[in-house]
């Protein structure tokens, strides 16, 4: 099974902040990589899918980049609405699997 | 809009069998391919397994091989997920979630609200 490894696996910073998190392919997954988001209580929401593209309704201020073995999630001004749980999923292979998360809280 | 309502929370002493279901709403599920994450308390999402429409089967996690199966009654166009053999590991919130195949694999794009379903003595 390919290994997914995000960090930091816990982020504080404050709204208006620009953060960046990363996930860590353990082989080549050629942007077959998803990103969602879990609020606490909820379910996952997929937020960007092909580590770039978009899911429709999803704000503008989250973006996807990378290639080859690594990848990032940039929100580029945190809104109070962020606060969660960020997973990176691979689907290159099955069985698709995913990082461990990471929480991001309130500076 | 596809919509994913789950049935309520369980407790289940070990050894024993649940059996979670998933309604849809909002398309058929012929329409659509359903698979199975679970998530432990405090812990990340792991994929169960679900239909592969490349393949026309329903496919498991190696984890969960001959304790687990997914069924549909598209009648009702609900989704089944069983786990027999139950152990305290299998307390987790379960959720049943649409994929859009992508490639060979596939990414979560509609999820249920997740069950609850504790083991305990």
């Known amino acids: ?107 | 809009q596809v919509q994913l309502v789950q049935s309520g929370a369980e407790v289940k002493k070990p050894g024993a069998s649940v059996k979670v279901s998933c309604k849809v709403s909002g398309y058929t599920l012929t329409e659509l391919s359903m698979h199975w994450v679970r998530q432990a308390p405090g812990k990340g999402l792991e994929w169960m397994g679900g239909f592969d429409p490349e393949d026309g089967e329903t496919i498991y996690a190696q984890k969960f091989q001959g304790r687990v199966t997914m069924t549909e009654d598209t009648s009702t166009d609900t989704a089944y997920m069983e786990l027999s053999s139950l152990r305290s590991e299998d307390t987790a919130v379960y959720y049943c979630a649409t994929v859009e195949v992508a490639g060979m694999g596939y990414y979560f794009d509609y999820w249920g609200q997740g069950t609850l379903v504790t083991v305990s003595s």
Not at chain 1, 45 to 54: C, P
Not at chain 1, 68 to 77: A, E, F, N, Q, W
């Open chain 1, 1 to 107: 099974d390919i290994q997914m490894t995000q960090s930091p696996s816990s982020l504080s910073a404050s709204v208006g902040d620009r953060v960046t998190i990363t996930c860590r392919a353990s082989q080549g997954i050629s942007n077959s990589l998803a990103w969602y988001q879990q609020k606490p209580g909820k379910a996952p929401k997929l937020l960007l899918y092909a580590a770039s593209r978009l899911e429709s309704g999803v704000p503008s201020r989250f973006s996807g980049s990378g290639s080859g073995t690594d990848y990032t999630l940039t929100i580029s001004s945190l809104q109070p609405e962020d606060f969660a749980t960020y997973y990176c999923q691979q689907y290159y292979s099955t069985p698709g699997t995913f990082g461990q998360g990471t929480k991001l809280e309130i500076k």
